[in-house]
């Protein structure tokens, strides 16, 4: 089966949803990458639509865990850390390190975070959950600002009140 695509809004920007075989592939964020057009397949089109009122009823604040089958495409490392991403609960944050704690693989906090940087569905697979050992907020796909919005979004404040110290936000 193809993929399919659709394109939704949401406050941070457009995202690129894609999904196959009846799973989400992806949610991307802004530049979007070129994809093809073309009909959604019928077995999609529930799966997107899904995410689509999910992500909504989570950006209004009345969704806290979503709920989709999902399919990133991944190796069996990268597969691990966001099975991992998953399970921290929403408004929570972890360290690299202490995520690789978890994981068994204590001195892996590095190849946590290129696994967490190669997450294909940012927000559903909550990789903006994971901060820097010190509490700075360190590398995000969709942008420093989309992190740190998507944090506050989560800790019940509003975008741009995020409750860091003042360097965790230097060399953004």
């Not at 995410?51 to 806290?64: H, I, K, M, S, V």
């Not at 202490?98 to 994981?103: I, M, Y």
Request: aromatic share 6%; net charge negative.
């Amino acid at each position: 089966m193809a993929e399919s695509f659709v394109l939704v809004e949401s406050p941070l920007g457009p995202l690129l949803l894609a999904a196959e075989d009846g799973a989400l592939t992806l949610l991307w964020m802004s530049p979007l990458p070129e994809r093809g057009g073309g009909a959604v397949e019928p077995r999609n089109r529930a799966v997107l639509a899904a995410a689509g009122e999910q992500l909504d009823a989570y950006f209004t604040g009345e969704l806290t865990t979503f709920d989709l089958p999902l399919a990133p495409r991944g190796t069996p490392f990268q597969q691990c850390v966001w099975a991992a991403l998953v399970e921290i609960p929403f408004g929570e944050t972890v360290s690299y390190g202490s995520l690789a704690t978890r994981l068994g693989r204590p001195g892996a906090a590095r190849a946590v975070g290129l696994a967490n940087g190669s997450n294909p569905i940012s927000i559903i697979i909550p990789c903006h959950r994971v901060i820097g050992s010190d509490g700075r907020l360190t590398g995000y796909g969709g942008g420093i600002d989309r992190k740190a919005w998507l944090l506050d979004h989560e800790a019940g404040r509003g975008p741009g009140q995020l409750a860091l110290p003042v360097t965790a936000l230097a060399g953004r």
